[in-house]
């Protein structure tokens, strides 16, 4: 990593940091400053192109760290940014600063360009209606990779279309305003500085139904209890969003399986199975 950092113009030195499964991560520090340096081998400086774009659009609303340099080293791409000493906070406020999120609004459903989550593509195509977008531009493209990659079977195609249709019958008249998103909301991709103040990081952001985010954060855990009640106070969510939650979870696990394979199968499989309810 010596070679880059030169790249870089840092007399540094370099720490691994731990927690992404993604990409290398490091604390960067010459003594005066510290960064956070993000690096993927064999991968085109476009990568973090997008998550640059991301960090900018939430900039609007939220706290995130500063982009010092992006591109691409011998083919590898790399991400400088601002290095946020984490402290403790307060889930309410974090509720507060997701709902500034959620209070931008679009016309269209989708993103003037498309972007990644994790390593996979994430189409943003523009359309009018919610569930067309979510059912072409985010489970089918997944759908799609998961058969390429032999994780979608016969089974799971007949379940799918039974799912499909059972949605479009429930809410499929089910008014939604397309609201930017962080797209990538688990416990890992935020956090809160040492004043208090919440962070957000790792965005795959488009425009969509807030409940992705909300959904997110109800996967995989890290959220207290008070962050859904503080987040329903400011932002009222619509009735039957408890039954929409797994729903927009099956984005995340359809992600899950193309990238770690069947340990997510099951999960996938339990969520299909809802249309045959």
Same mark, same amino acid.
């Given at each position: 990593? /010596?070679?880059?950092?030169? +790249?870089?113009?840092?007399?540094?030195?370099?720490?691994?940091?731990?927690?992404?499964?993604?990409?290398?991560?490091?604390?960067?520090?010459?003594?005066?400053?510290?960064?956070?340096?993000?690096? =993927?081998?064999?991968?085109?400086? *476009?990568?973090?192109?997008?998550?640059? *774009?991301?960090?900018?659009?939430?900039?609007?609303?939220?706290?995130?760290?500063?982009?010092?340099?992006?591109?691409?080293?011998?083919?590898?791409?790399?991400?400088?940014?601002?290095?946020?000493?984490?402290?403790?906070?307060?889930?309410?406020?974090?509720?507060?600063?997701?709902?500034?999120? =959620?209070?931008?609004?679009?016309?269209?459903?989708?993103?003037?360009? /498309? /972007?990644?989550?994790?390593?996979?593509?994430?189409?943003?195509?523009?359309?009018?209606?919610?569930?067309?977008f979510?059912?072409? =531009?985010?489970?089918?493209?997944?759908?799609?990779?998961?058969?390429?990659?032999?994780?979608?079977?016969?089974?799971?195609?007949? /379940?799918?279309?039974?799912?499909?249709?059972?949605?479009?019958?429930?809410?499929?008249? $089910?008014?939604?305003?397309?609201?930017?998103? =962080?797209?990538?909301?688990?416990?890992?991709?935020?956090?809160?500085?040492?004043?208090?103040?919440?962070?957000?990081?790792?965005?795959?952001?488009?425009?969509?139904?807030?409940?992705?985010?909300?959904? $997110?954060?109800?996967? +995989?855990?890290? +959220?207290?209890?008070? +962050?859904?009640?503080?987040?329903?106070?400011?932002?009222? $969510?619509r009735?039957?969003?408890? *039954?929409r939650?797994?729903?927009?979870?099956?984005?995340?696990?359809?992600?899950?399986?193309?990238?770690?394979?069947?340990?997510?199968?099951?999960?996938?499989?339990?969520?299909?199975?809802?249309?045959?309810?």
């Amino acid at each position: 990593m /010596n070679d880059l950092l030169e +790249f870089l113009q840092l007399q540094a030195k370099i720490i691994p940091v731990t927690g992404g499964d993604i990409n290398q991560t490091y604390r960067v520090t010459d003594g005066q400053q510290n960064y956070f340096l993000k690096y =993927h081998p064999q991968m085109s400086g *476009d990568f973090f192109t997008a998550e640059v *774009d991301g960090l900018s659009e939430l900039s609007n609303a939220v706290r995130v760290p500063k982009v010092y340099q992006h591109g691409s080293f011998k083919e590898n791409a790399f991400l400088l940014l601002e290095w946020i000493e984490p402290g403790e906070g307060d889930q309410k406020d974090l509720a507060q600063e997701l709902s500034k999120i =959620h209070q931008i609004n679009a016309i269209k459903f989708g993103y003037k360009k /498309n /972007n990644f989550m994790g390593l996979l593509p994430q189409i943003n195509t523009r359309e009018k209606n919610w569930w067309d977008f979510y059912f072409s =531009h985010r489970l089918e493209v997944q759908i799609r990779i998961a058969n390429e990659r032999n994780h979608w079977t016969e089974e799971r195609e007949k /379940n799918y279309q039974l799912f499909k249709e059972w949605v479009y019958q429930k809410w499929g008249t $089910m008014s939604v305003v397309p609201t930017l998103l =962080h797209g990538d909301f688990w416990s890992g991709n935020t956090f809160f500085d040492t004043q208090g103040q919440p962070v957000f990081v790792d965005p795959a952001v488009s425009f969509g139904h807030r409940e992705m985010d909300l959904a $997110m954060s109800q996967l +995989f855990g890290g +959220f207290r209890q008070e +962050f859904i009640v503080s987040y329903q106070e400011i932002m009222p $969510m619509r009735e039957g969003w408890q *039954d929409r939650i797994a729903i927009y979870q099956l984005y995340y696990l359809l992600v899950h399986l193309n990238i770690f394979g069947e340990s997510y199968g099951e999960s996938v499989d339990r969520v299909l199975a809802l249309g045959g309810k």
